[in-house]
């Protein structure tokens, strides 16, 4: 569904990414592995159109979307929940979902994904929906930061670092909701820092070292030794 061929990215003058090249599946989770440094994050901004790319680097069902703005990226169907979250803070968790289903009905992403669906399969967030998004716990916040990106019905959910600080319980939470995500037929692109839970929680995996493609294959065939040399680049 989404094709990443020789696709470059630079901060200024620092080059980050180099002639990547991967594929992301309907329905399958992509796991990128990879040391903090490696490129995975940039990789997330290039695809939502925070950076600067070639146009042909980037396509989606065979039409050329790279370097489009993050407007745009979102029309297409590519959602991404940050790192760190970046809920509104001023909002409470209802509204910070009903600010981006607003937006998606602006732009006609409406589908099964409504906020009433989401609090349906995230009992634990009902009792809260009044309740200041950024005064729930670290897990609470990432099921609702993951729930805004859902009710824009994306193609492409791009999660990056979404275990980051977390309890193991939350942890369980935020993948069990991912594993919903992906039956429903969206593709999930995931930054994992556990490589266990990245391997465990994918389909297909990229091992990703100063900004280039080292490692990719098929996540139950993955092997841990060669995983690990692609990680630490030892």
Partial sequence: MLCIEKLDARYGLFQALFEVSLEVVRGETLALIGANGAGKSTLLRAIAGALKVERASITLDGKAIGGAPEHSQIAHGIALVPEGRRLFATLTVEENLLVAAGAAKKIGRTGEWTTERL????PSLDPLRARPATALSGGQQQ?????????????????????????????????QLLRKVRNAGTAVVLVEQNVSRALAESDHYCCFQKGRVVLKGASANADYARVAHAYFGS
Avoid: T, W, Y
């Avoid at 993951?146 to 369980?172: F, H, T, Y």
């Fill in 119 to 122: 609090f349906k399969e995230l």
């Fill in 143 to 175: 099921l609702v930061a993951i729930a805004r990106s859902l009710v824009m019905n994306p193609q492409i959910l791009m999660c990056d670092e979404v275990s980051l600080g977390l309890s193991p319980l939350a942890v369980d939470s935020v993948h």
